[in-house]
Nanobody, 127 residues
Framework: QVQLVQSGGGLVQPGGSLRLSCAAS????????IGWFRQAPGKEREGVSY????????IYADSVKGRFTISRDNGKKTVYLQMNSLKPEDTAVYYC????????????????????WGQGTQVTVSS
């Protein structure tokens, strides 16, 4: 059974940092590409970042480029999202999701291949 368990998140002041973790179990992690997504109240879910199963390809939304860093440790079956220089507009529930042998070109726009999702974690950026 594919399971993704998220940790991290919380309340941080503008300009601060947080790290989200997404720990996988129940499947061969090396076969899965991972995305981070977020949804703010009243808004549609949006793609934040993506990392390929090898870790060799990463993609970022323009809104987080230069501030967020995605990484993965296949030995620990965990993906991380390091978020720096946080802004109030980063406030949202963040989700990690896994796609088996993803072969698409636009993972942040087309989420349909991401079939397994974490439980979500709240990130609030406020003074």
């Amino acid at each position: 059974q594919v399971q993704l368990v998220q940790s991290g998140g919380g309340l941080v002041q503008p300009g601060g940092s947080l790290r989200l973790s997404c720990a996988a179990s129940g499947f061969i992690f090396d076969y899965y590409d991972i995305g981070w997504f977020r949804q703010a109240p009243g808004k549609e879910r949006e793609g934040v970042s993506y990392i390929s199963r090898s870790g060799g390809r990463t993609i970022y939304a323009d809104s987080v480029k230069g501030r967020f860093t995605i990484s993965r440790d296949n030995g620990k079956k965990t993906v991380y999202l390091q978020m720096n220089s946080l802004k109030p507009e980063d406030t949202a529930v963040y989700y990690c999701a896994a796609a088996y042998l993803y072969s698409g070109s636009y993972p942040l726009e087309d989420h349909s291949d991401f079939l397994s999702w974490g439980q979500g974690t709240q990130v609030t950026v406020s003074s």
